[in-house]
Each structure stands twice: as C-alpha cells, then as structure tokens.
C-alpha cells in the first residue's frame, strides 16, 4: 500500500503541474521520489524522476533548470535501463533531444 502512496504523490504532482502551480507539483514530486525506493519502487522513481525532468524543462526561465532537468532526466534513465523499461527510455530520450534543440 505505501507503493501506492508514492504513486499518489506523482499523480498529484503531476496534476498539479497542468495547473502550473509548479511549486507545489515540485514537492510532490519530490515525496514520490524518496518514498518508492522504501518500497522496492524503483520504477515508480524513475517515473517520478522523468515527471520532475519535465517540471523543470516548462520553467525554462527558473535558475539552474537546465541542470535539474539533465540530472533528473539521466537519473530516470538510468533506472529504465537497469529494469529494460524501452518504452518509458525511449520517452526520455525524446525528451532530452527536443531540449538539446
């Protein structure tokens, strides 16, 4: 059940950065990132980490945003390598070549 909460707060995260609260969204996002490695949850990291990626690629203007994207984004691709996840790497990979444009 706690996997689940994790997965909550990347939903929630998630939904409030369609909203543009972007604050907020970050600290959801944030909360699923170090709840789902408690709970083997690793894929559910990766995916919250490709999630807060794309959080700081629509703050183009947000000091060190560039940086916290790379890092996120590597990290989450990191994780979908190890677990073979291709279609969520192949996500990531899209994302990193329309940010280098």
């Known amino acids: 059940m706690k996997l689940l909460e994790a997965r909550g707060e990347r939903i929630l995260g998630r939904?409030?950065?369609a909203?543009?609260?972007?604050?907020?969204?970050?600290?959801h996002l944030k909360n699923s990132i170090a709840?789902?490695?408690r709970y083997r949850g690793e894929y559910e990291k990766a995916l919250a980490?490709?999630?807060l990626a794309e959080l700081y690629r629509l703050q183009p203007?947000?000091?060190?945003?560039t940086m916290l994207f790379q890092s996120n984004l590597n990290k989450a691709i990191s994780i979908f390598r190890q677990l073979g996840a291709e279609i969520?790497?192949?996500?990531?990979?899209?994302?990193q070549a329309f940010r280098d444009r």
Do not use: N, V, W, Y
């Open 49 to 51: 980490l490709k999630s």
């Open 35 to 37: 709840l789902a490695p």
């Open 15 to 17: 939904i409030i950065m």
């Open 61 to 65: 203007g947000m000091k060190r945003s």
């Open 88 to 95: 969520d790497l192949s996500q990531c990979t899209q994302m």
């Open 19 to 27: 909203q543009e609260r972007f604050e907020d969204a970050e600290k």
